[in-house]
């Protein structure tokens, strides 16, 4: 996206805060930006082809912006909307899609961002008291996913929820949910339907198949400091059938997805761990000498230790080990791996407003990637083998009522 473009996104963004601020009880506006620096060293080919250790990355950048409104309409209607903005000089790669004579026909295309751009990651209104059901709110619109961590991922560390991460499920999609509370703080559920390709499929990409993705996600807490829970989901890739009506797509996948999630917290430590298994089916490959499923599975233990009771500064003594293991993919382009993943990392959290929320963090973590593969596989050491990375990070954040 062109600085021109760009502009031109925030100046329609604005003219659209005017109104919706108008017609509604309260209007808030908010922001929140990721200044981050990353210096990795991974495993790449020389010239001899053999493996070396190589200074791969060493930049800066604003990592994510995020720009929110969140207005009430009335004491039960409410409703989201934010934009997720990033700069950047990476190029992406993506699939285009035309129609001709009831043929569909895709084409790999890749484009620059040019230094920004720019997603809606929320849009939604959130109707409570529509249902005679106390405590249930039915949402409709580009919401959060609620699989797994990423339901309640803080961003404690720098990166990603394990499910979002390893790309089980998108952080945001097109969906209609139901959301609701136990009686006396026991827990909640959430039962939804979503589009299952995630927010940043637009246009003509964005039905490459034709099912929806149905989600159900429990989580109790027995007692005080204890929550445990799980989600299921079930998902497609691609589509069935071709559109001329005959002829199988032998790459279409049916996933079913499962998540168990448990959390500790007591005095200044908070764990919490988390089990993923991806099951996947091909039911169009019906050829006896080719694998038509596969299962990947996950664990992921995340702690985090609030110092601020012990010490003069708000600081956070964060980790996380991480098991991703895909090896029972069939062969395909990409080499099949087990990933373990080490993370240690520090937050210090400065500037509380009123509510002793603090207004920046800053951030920084180590992390060791470990990967169990073919080193013969054309795909090994492709940039993200065997590699060590830091990170360091500022958080700012504001949140203002109109």
Same mark, same amino acid.
């Given at each position: 996206?062109?600085?021109?473009q760009?502009? %031109?996104?925030?100046a329609? /963004?604005? =003219?659209?805060?005017?109104? $919706? !601020? #108008?017609?509604?009880?309260? &209007?808030?506006?908010?922001?929140?930006?990721?200044?981050?620096?990353i210096?990795?060293?991974?495993?790449r080919?020389?010239?001899?082809?053999?493996?070396?250790?190589? %200074?791969?990355?060493?930049? /800066?950048? =604003?990592?994510?912006?995020? $720009? !929110? #409104?969140?207005?009430?309409? &009335?004491?039960?209607?409410?409703?989201?909307?934010?934009?997720?903005?990033?700069?950047t000089?990476?190029?992406?790669?993506?699939?285009a899609?035309?129609?001709?004579?009831?043929?569909?026909?895709?084409?790999?295309?890749?484009?620059?961002?040019? !230094?920004?751009?720019?997603?809606?990651?929320?849009?939604?209104?959130?109707?409570?008291?529509?249902?005679?059901?106390?405590d249930?709110?039915?949402?409709?619109?580009?919401?959060?996913?609620?699989?797994?961590?990423?339901?309640?991922?803080?961003?404690?560390?720098?990166?990603?929820?394990?499910?979002?991460?390893?790309k089980?499920?998108?952080s945001?999609?097109?969906?209609?949910?139901?959301?609701?509370?136990?009686?006396?703080?026991?827990?909640?559920?959430?039962?939804?339907?979503?589009?299952g390709?995630?927010?940043?499929?637009?246009?003509?990409?964005?039905?490459?198949?034709?099912?929806?993705?149905?989600?159900?996600?429990l989580?109790?807490?027995?007692?005080?400091?204890?929550?445990?829970g799980?989600?299921?989901?079930?998902?497609?890739?691609?589509?069935?059938?071709?559109?001329?009506?005959?002829?199988?797509?032998?790459?279409?996948?049916?996933?079913?997805?499962?998540?168990?999630?448990?959390?500790?917290?007591?005095?200044?430590?908070?764990?919490?761990?988390?089990?993923?298994?991806?099951?996947?089916?091909?039911?169009?490959?019906?050829d006896?000498?080719?694998?038509?499923?596969?299962?990947?599975?996950g664990?992921?233990?995340?702690?985090?230790?609030?110092?601020?009771?012990?010490?003069?500064?708000?600081?956070?003594?964060?980790?996380?080990?991480?098991?991703?293991?895909?090896?029972?993919?069939?062969?395909?382009?990409?080499?099949?791996?087990?990933?373990?993943?080490?993370?240690?990392?520090?937050?210090?959290?400065?500037?509380?407003d009123?509510?002793?929320?603090?207004?920046?963090?800053?951030?920084?973590?180590?992390?060791?990637?470990?990967?169990?593969e073919?080193?013969?596989?054309?795909?090994?050491?492709?940039?993200?083998?065997?590699?060590?990375q830091?990170?360091?990070?500022?958080?700012?954040?504001?949140?203002?009522?109109?």
């Amino acid at each position: 996206m062109k600085k021109s473009q760009f502009c %031109l996104s925030i100046a329609c /963004l604005g =003219l659209l805060l005017i109104p $919706l !601020g #108008l017609n509604s009880l309260e &209007t808030k506006l908010s922001g929140e930006f990721w200044g981050r620096w990353i210096a990795e060293i991974a495993k790449r080919k020389d010239s001899n082809g053999n493996y070396d250790d190589q %200074l791969v990355s060493n930049y /800066l950048s =604003l990592e994510r912006g995020y $720009l !929110g #409104l969140e207005t009430k309409f &009335t004491e039960q209607i409410k409703g989201r909307f934010t934009v997720d903005i990033f700069t950047t000089d990476k190029t992406y790669e993506y699939q285009a899609y035309s129609l001709s004579d009831s043929t569909l026909t895709s084409s790999a295309k890749s484009g620059s961002i040019d !230094g920004a751009g720019l997603k809606i990651k929320y849009a939604y209104v959130d109707f409570g008291g529509l249902l005679p059901v106390k405590d249930m709110t039915l949402t409709a619109g580009m919401q959060k996913v609620y699989f797994g961590s990423i339901y309640d991922w803080s961003y404690t560390l720098i990166g990603k929820a394990p499910t979002d991460e390893h790309k089980v499920v998108n952080s945001s999609d097109l969906g209609i949910t139901l959301n609701g509370f136990f009686p006396s703080g026991y827990g909640e559920y959430q039962l939804g339907i979503y589009n299952g390709e995630g927010y940043k499929k637009v246009g003509a990409n964005l039905k490459e198949n034709t099912d929806f993705a149905y989600l159900g996600n429990l989580r109790l807490t027995p007692i005080t400091g204890v929550t445990v829970g799980g989600s299921y989901m079930l998902n497609t890739v691609g589509r069935d059938k071709n559109l001329e009506g005959e002829t199988v797509n032998t790459a279409y996948e049916e996933q079913k997805l499962t998540d168990i999630f448990t959390r500790l917290a007591y005095g200044p430590v908070d764990l919490n761990c988390e089990y993923i298994v991806k099951n996947v089916d091909f039911p169009n490959i019906t050829d006896s000498d080719k694998t038509n499923e596969y299962s990947a599975t996950g664990i992921s233990i995340f702690p985090c230790i609030n110092l601020k009771a012990y010490l003069s500064y708000d600081l956070q003594l964060v980790g996380c080990y991480d098991v991703w293991d895909e090896s029972d993919r069939p062969a395909t382009d990409k080499a099949r791996s087990k990933l373990t993943a080490s993370t240690i990392g520090i937050n210090y959290n400065f500037l509380p407003d009123e509510t002793d929320i603090p207004a920046m963090q800053l951030q920084l973590n180590y992390t060791d990637k470990k990967y169990d593969e073919d080193k013969s596989h054309s795909d090994y050491a492709d940039g993200k083998k065997d590699s060590s990375q830091i990170n360091l990070q500022l958080k700012w954040k504001f949140a203002n009522t109109l």
